[in-house]
């Protein structure tokens, strides 16, 4: 049987929960939404968390709460999942990709401080494979510049950055729970911020723009029924369905970070030894919930070794292509070489499989099956 890269984990409870719900009055836009909602913020210390449809419509949500439009740049990485910067680019954003440091493969700070100008509205760091970015001098670039720091922590949900949790450090912080991520609701993801402007302007605009709040309304005697909108929106809530599963899955968070710290530890004692093949690397003021275990595979035989991996039915991914390679990039006029570090890891990089329910048995299995594939 096939062992995938990343894979969901589902329990007697999780199917209990949204049983529940289903059972229930409110199949969205009830009180399970709200209470996973309330959770989230708990997890992050934040006061307000907004679930909606998916990490991309977090993403979304984010830069037009920052007010993204044509004329504005956003700075972000070229390692990370498209949506980064294709959320900011439908605004009318241009995008530019700062290089990656060379141990955490994260954003480095110096690349985003020399692509800075007046212009530049959003910087979007990734917290790649789940290690935090370098976040405390990204707020101090950004802010310094007149801009937001937005975290895309679809990888890092259980993440901790100097002793405080991911989700309540950047002005803004995306999650994802698509089901390869740290936690899953099928499809879904939310977005998180410290400041409440930017959250209420989120909260409009993931509910078609209409006014949540009677007291913000202009007209407030025309009747129970009056409903006001003020700028347009579209539809990105969370139903309760999945907001069910997110809040048991939540329950989980913990049990799902010290499993995968242990496939970290057993993937790193296993290979350490192995010529040609380079391992992550950890901050040690960060304690990461590891999404990925990315390794890099030297001398030009990462393609080989992806290929020898997928027919034993290890089904080994690349994270990721640079961004700027996509051809709706190539075809604004990015042109390959602009992120040397990023293209040069691109170039090497292997996840192996990670996630809750990979058994001891089947990572031994991967492990034989690499040291085999890089022989
Ligand atoms: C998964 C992912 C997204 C998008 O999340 P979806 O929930 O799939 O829309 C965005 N950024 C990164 C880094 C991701 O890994």
């Not at 493969?105 to 985003?112: F, G, L, Q």
Request: charged residues 25%; hydrophobic residues 45%.
């Amino acid at each position: 049987m096939a062992i995938p890269y990343g894979h969901q984990s589902i329990n007697d409870d999780d199917i209990a929960s949204v049983v529940e719900v289903l059972r229930g009055d409110w199949l969205t836009m009830g009180p399970v939404h709200a209470a996973f909602e309330a959770a989230l913020a708990t997890l992050a210390g934040t006061t307000d968390a907004l679930a909606v449809t998916s990490g991309t419509a977090a993403l979304h949500c984010a830069y037009v709460a920052a007010g993204v439009g044509p004329g504005d740049e956003v700075v972000t990485t070229p390692m990370t999942f498209v949506a980064t910067a294709a959320t900011a680019a439908l605004l009318g954003a241009t995008i530019t990709f700062a290089d990656i440091d060379g141990v955490t493969r994260n954003i480095d700070p110096a690349a985003v401080e020399a692509a800075m100008t007046e212009r530049t509205k959003v910087v979007a760091a990734v917290d790649y494979a789940g290690h935090p970015a370098d976040l405390d001098e990204l707020l101090e670039i950004a802010h310094r510049h007149g801009a937001l720091l937005l975290e895309d922590a679809a990888h890092s949900i259980g993440s901790v950055y100097r002793g405080r949790p991911v989700g309540g450090i950047a002005d803004m912080t995306e999650f994802s729970f698509f089901p390869t991520k740290n936690m899953t609701t099928g499809e879904g993801g939310a977005l998180l911020s410290t400041d409440p402007g930017l959250v209420d302007r989120v909260r409009r605009f993931r509910g078609q723009g209409m006014i949540p709040d009677r007291s913000q309304m202009r007209r407030r005697d025309e009747g129970g029924w009056f409903q006001e909108v003020h700028s347009f929106g579209i539809n990105y809530r969370l139903p309760d369905i999945l907001s069910a599963l997110g809040l048991s899955q939540l329950a989980r968070l913990e049990a799902f970070k010290a499993r995968r710290t242990a496939i970290y530890d057993r993937y790193n004692a296993a290979l350490s030894d192995l010529d040609g093949v380079g391992l992550p690397a950890k901050r040690d003021d960060v304690d990461p919930m590891w999404h990925l275990y990315p390794i890099r595979i030297r001398d030009g035989q990462r393609k080989r070794v992806y290929n020898a991996m997928r027919e034993r039915g290890i089904l080994v991914q690349v994270n990721y292509i640079p961004v700027y390679w996509h051809p709706v990039f190539e075809d604004m006029g990015y042109r390959r070489g602009m992120c040397p570090v990023a293209e040069l890891f691109y170039e090497e990089e292997l996840s192996l499989p990670m996630y809750v329910e990979l058994t001891d048995a089947d990572q031994d299995h991967v492990i034989e099956v690499l040291r085999g594939a890089v022989a």
